[in-house]
Protein backbone atom coordinates (compact mmCIF):
# COMPACT_ATOMS: atom_id res chain seq x y z
CA UNK A 1 0.00 0.00 0.00
CA UNK A 2 0.93 3.78 -0.24
CA UNK A 3 -0.33 6.15 1.85
CA UNK A 4 -1.04 9.51 -0.04
CA UNK A 5 -0.67 13.05 1.06
CA UNK A 6 -2.06 14.40 -2.21
CA UNK A 7 -3.13 18.09 -1.73
CA UNK A 8 -4.24 18.25 -6.07
CA UNK A 9 -7.25 20.68 -6.18
CA UNK A 10 -10.67 19.75 -7.37
CA UNK A 11 -12.92 16.38 -6.60
CA UNK A 12 -11.60 12.79 -7.42
CA UNK A 13 -12.67 11.71 -11.01
CA UNK A 14 -14.30 7.97 -10.88
CA UNK A 15 -12.57 6.02 -13.81
CA UNK A 16 -14.55 2.74 -12.41
CA UNK A 17 -16.59 1.35 -10.37
CA UNK A 18 -16.94 -2.11 -10.09
CA UNK A 19 -18.79 -4.68 -7.01
CA UNK A 20 -16.13 -7.77 -6.73
CA UNK A 21 -16.39 -10.63 -4.91
CA UNK A 22 -15.46 -8.50 -1.41
CA UNK A 23 -17.37 -5.77 -2.63
CA UNK A 24 -17.09 -2.29 -3.80
CA UNK A 25 -13.89 -1.42 -5.43
CA UNK A 26 -13.22 1.67 -7.21
CA UNK A 27 -10.48 3.44 -9.20
CA UNK A 28 -10.29 7.01 -8.96
CA UNK A 29 -8.18 9.88 -11.01
CA UNK A 30 -6.90 13.08 -8.37
CA UNK A 31 -5.09 15.47 -10.59
CA UNK A 32 -1.95 13.19 -11.61
CA UNK A 33 -2.61 10.42 -9.77
CA UNK A 34 -4.86 6.91 -10.29
CA UNK A 35 -6.07 6.02 -6.64
CA UNK A 36 -7.82 2.70 -6.03
CA UNK A 37 -10.97 2.80 -2.80
CA UNK A 38 -11.82 -0.54 -1.44
CA UNK A 39 -15.53 -0.03 0.17
CA UNK A 40 -14.91 3.33 1.01
CA UNK A 41 -11.22 2.83 2.27
CA UNK A 42 -8.92 4.11 0.52
CA UNK A 43 -5.94 1.76 0.00
CA UNK A 44 -2.75 3.40 -2.31
CA UNK A 45 -2.05 5.39 -5.03
CA UNK A 46 0.36 6.25 -7.70
CA UNK A 47 1.93 8.94 -5.95
CA UNK A 48 5.41 7.74 -4.68
CA UNK A 49 6.31 4.23 -4.62
CA UNK A 50 9.41 4.50 -2.23
CA UNK A 51 8.47 1.66 -0.11
CA UNK A 52 7.22 -0.90 -2.15
CA UNK A 53 10.40 -1.11 -4.16
CA UNK A 54 11.83 -1.26 -0.65
CA UNK A 55 9.92 -4.14 0.00
CA UNK A 56 11.06 -5.73 -2.66
CA UNK A 57 14.92 -4.66 -2.78
CA UNK A 58 15.00 -5.49 1.37
CA UNK A 59 13.51 -9.23 0.50
CA UNK A 60 16.75 -9.69 -2.27
CA UNK A 61 19.18 -8.31 -0.05
CA UNK A 62 18.30 -10.19 2.82
CA UNK A 63 18.45 -13.23 0.82
CA UNK A 64 21.61 -15.82 0.55
CA UNK A 65 23.46 -16.17 -2.85
CA UNK A 66 21.07 -18.24 -4.66
CA UNK A 67 20.66 -18.12 -8.82
CA UNK A 68 17.17 -16.56 -10.02
CA UNK A 69 15.04 -16.91 -6.81
CA UNK A 70 11.56 -17.15 -6.86
CA UNK A 71 9.69 -14.30 -5.26
CA UNK A 72 5.34 -14.03 -4.64
CA UNK A 73 4.31 -10.96 -4.40
CA UNK A 74 1.04 -10.68 -2.52
CA UNK A 75 -0.99 -7.68 -3.83
CA UNK A 76 -0.76 -6.20 -7.13
CA UNK A 77 -1.91 -2.86 -6.26
CA UNK A 78 -1.01 0.07 -8.29
CA UNK A 79 1.82 -2.07 -9.87
CA UNK A 80 5.31 -0.63 -8.17
CA UNK A 81 6.52 -4.08 -6.28
CA UNK A 82 5.67 -5.94 -9.81
CA UNK A 83 7.26 -3.32 -12.25
CA UNK A 84 10.19 -2.78 -9.81
CA UNK A 85 10.71 -7.03 -9.36
CA UNK A 86 10.65 -7.17 -12.87
CA UNK A 87 13.47 -4.64 -13.44
CA UNK A 88 15.66 -6.66 -11.39
CA UNK A 89 17.06 -9.22 -13.83
CA UNK A 90 18.34 -11.40 -10.72
CA UNK A 91 14.55 -12.63 -10.06
CA UNK A 92 13.53 -15.84 -11.33
CA UNK A 93 9.63 -16.39 -10.92
CA UNK A 94 7.70 -13.46 -10.45
CA UNK A 95 4.05 -14.12 -9.35
CA UNK A 96 1.55 -11.88 -8.09
CA UNK A 97 -1.72 -12.89 -5.96
CA UNK A 98 -4.46 -10.46 -6.43
CA UNK A 99 -7.60 -11.64 -5.18
CA UNK A 100 -9.69 -8.38 -6.89
CA UNK A 101 -10.69 -9.04 -10.84
CA UNK A 102 -10.93 -5.66 -11.29
CA UNK A 103 -7.46 -4.72 -10.10
CA UNK A 104 -6.27 -6.96 -12.76
CA UNK A 105 -8.44 -5.79 -15.81
CA UNK A 106 -6.71 -2.25 -14.95
CA UNK A 107 -3.41 -3.51 -15.62
CA UNK A 108 -3.72 -5.50 -18.07
CA UNK A 109 -5.91 -2.87 -19.94
CA UNK A 110 -6.73 -0.12 -18.56
CA UNK A 111 -5.46 3.11 -16.60
CA UNK A 112 -2.99 0.88 -14.62
CA UNK A 113 -1.46 -0.72 -17.27
CA UNK A 114 1.54 2.41 -17.95
CA UNK A 115 2.45 1.35 -14.80
CA UNK A 116 2.72 -2.63 -15.56
CA UNK A 117 2.39 -3.37 -19.33
CA UNK A 118 6.35 -3.92 -19.43
CA UNK A 119 6.30 -5.97 -16.37
CA UNK A 120 2.75 -7.98 -17.60
CA UNK A 121 5.52 -8.87 -20.46
CA UNK A 122 7.72 -10.80 -18.88
CA UNK A 123 8.22 -13.94 -19.14
CA UNK A 124 8.83 -14.74 -15.56
CA UNK A 125 5.65 -12.90 -14.35
CA UNK A 126 2.85 -14.60 -13.33
CA UNK A 127 -0.59 -13.37 -12.19
CA UNK A 128 -2.66 -15.26 -9.67
CA UNK A 129 -6.15 -14.54 -9.56
CA UNK A 130 -6.87 -15.75 -5.78
CA UNK A 131 -7.41 -14.25 -1.89
CA UNK A 132 -3.93 -14.30 -0.44
CA UNK A 133 -4.75 -15.81 2.49
CA UNK A 134 -6.34 -18.92 1.89
CA UNK A 135 -3.77 -19.22 -1.32
CA UNK A 136 -1.43 -19.37 1.35
CA UNK A 137 -2.64 -22.65 3.19
CA UNK A 138 -3.48 -24.50 -0.19
CA UNK A 139 -0.46 -23.84 -2.85
CA UNK A 140 1.96 -26.34 -3.37
CA UNK A 141 4.24 -23.73 -4.55
CA UNK A 142 7.27 -23.09 -2.51
CA UNK A 143 9.26 -19.72 -2.97
CA UNK A 144 12.68 -17.94 -1.86
CA UNK A 145 10.85 -14.80 -1.15
CA UNK A 146 7.24 -13.75 -0.21
CA UNK A 147 6.58 -9.85 -0.31
CA UNK A 148 3.44 -8.80 1.12
CA UNK A 149 1.38 -5.62 0.80
CA UNK A 150 -2.54 -6.36 1.06
CA UNK A 151 -3.04 -4.12 3.96
CA UNK A 152 -2.37 -1.58 5.41
CA UNK A 153 -0.33 -3.59 7.95
CA UNK A 154 -0.05 -6.27 10.31
CA UNK A 155 -2.36 -3.83 12.51
CA UNK A 156 -4.37 -1.65 10.01
CA UNK A 157 -5.97 -4.43 7.66
CA UNK A 158 -8.58 -3.71 4.77
CA UNK A 159 -11.17 -7.08 5.24
CA UNK A 160 -11.90 -8.88 8.20
CA UNK A 161 -10.47 -11.59 6.97
CA UNK A 162 -6.55 -10.26 6.57
CA UNK A 163 -5.45 -10.61 10.24
CA UNK A 164 -5.48 -14.29 10.30
CA UNK A 165 -3.00 -13.67 7.91
CA UNK A 166 -0.74 -12.36 10.74
CA UNK A 167 -1.16 -14.16 13.47
CA UNK A 168 0.65 -17.86 14.54
CA UNK A 169 -1.46 -19.93 12.03
CA UNK A 170 -0.73 -17.08 9.04
CA UNK A 171 3.06 -17.15 9.51
CA UNK A 172 2.93 -20.85 9.58
CA UNK A 173 1.50 -21.32 6.38
CA UNK A 174 3.82 -18.51 4.90
CA UNK A 175 6.54 -20.28 6.71
CA UNK A 176 5.95 -23.69 4.57
CA UNK A 177 5.81 -21.73 1.50
CA UNK A 178 9.19 -20.26 1.74
CA UNK A 179 12.23 -22.62 0.74
CA UNK A 180 14.96 -22.98 3.65
CA UNK A 181 16.62 -19.57 4.47
CA UNK A 182 13.97 -17.84 2.58
CA UNK A 183 12.87 -14.55 3.62
CA UNK A 184 9.20 -13.22 4.77
CA UNK A 185 8.96 -9.22 3.65
CA UNK A 186 5.88 -7.32 5.08
CA UNK A 187 4.88 -3.96 4.29
CA UNK A 188 3.27 -2.08 6.52
CA UNK A 189 2.19 1.50 7.03
CA UNK A 190 3.87 1.98 10.93
CA UNK A 191 6.35 -0.09 12.59
CA UNK A 192 4.68 -2.67 14.67
CA UNK A 193 6.84 -4.56 17.54
CA UNK A 194 4.43 -6.97 18.27
CA UNK A 195 4.43 -7.93 15.03
CA UNK A 196 7.84 -8.64 14.88
CA UNK A 197 7.21 -10.93 18.44
CA UNK A 198 4.73 -12.40 16.18
CA UNK A 199 7.28 -13.34 13.82
CA UNK A 200 10.42 -14.25 16.43
CA UNK A 201 7.25 -16.78 17.76
CA UNK A 202 6.65 -18.34 14.51
CA UNK A 203 9.59 -19.42 14.05
CA UNK A 204 11.15 -17.17 12.32
CA UNK A 205 15.22 -15.40 12.42
CA UNK A 206 16.89 -12.89 12.07
CA UNK A 207 13.56 -10.56 12.08
CA UNK A 208 14.07 -6.71 11.57
CA UNK A 209 11.93 -3.90 10.15
CA UNK A 210 13.40 -1.22 7.71
CA UNK A 211 11.54 2.02 8.09
CA UNK A 212 10.96 4.27 4.69
CA UNK A 213 9.84 8.21 6.12
CA UNK A 214 6.64 10.29 4.78
CA UNK A 215 6.11 13.92 4.10
CA UNK A 216 3.55 13.37 7.72
CA UNK A 217 2.97 11.01 10.44
CA UNK A 218 4.76 7.52 11.23
CA UNK A 219 6.71 6.16 8.72
CA UNK A 220 6.15 2.72 6.64
CA UNK A 221 8.09 0.03 7.07
CA UNK A 222 9.28 -3.42 6.02
CA UNK A 223 9.16 -5.76 8.20
CA UNK A 224 11.90 -9.01 7.53
CA UNK A 225 12.20 -12.04 8.90
CA UNK A 226 14.23 -15.34 7.44
CA UNK A 227 13.06 -18.92 7.36
CA UNK A 228 15.80 -21.18 9.40
CA UNK A 229 17.53 -23.41 7.17
Not at 24 to 35: F, I
Given at each position: ??????????????????????????????????????????LMDTSDGRSER????????????????????????????????????????????????????????????????????????????????????????????????????????????????????????????????????????????????????????????????????????????????
Open positions: MTTSYDVSPGSPEVIDRREGPYGEVVLRRHGGLLQIIANGCFLLVDAALGALDGRTAPDVLIGGLGVGFSLAHAAAEPRWGRIAVVEREPAIIDWHRSGPLAELSARALADPRTEIVEADLVAYVHETSDTYDVLCLDIDNGPEWTVTEGNESLYSGTGLAACKRLLRPGGVLAVWSARPSADFAGTLRNAGFQQVRTEEIPVARGVPDAVHLAVRPG
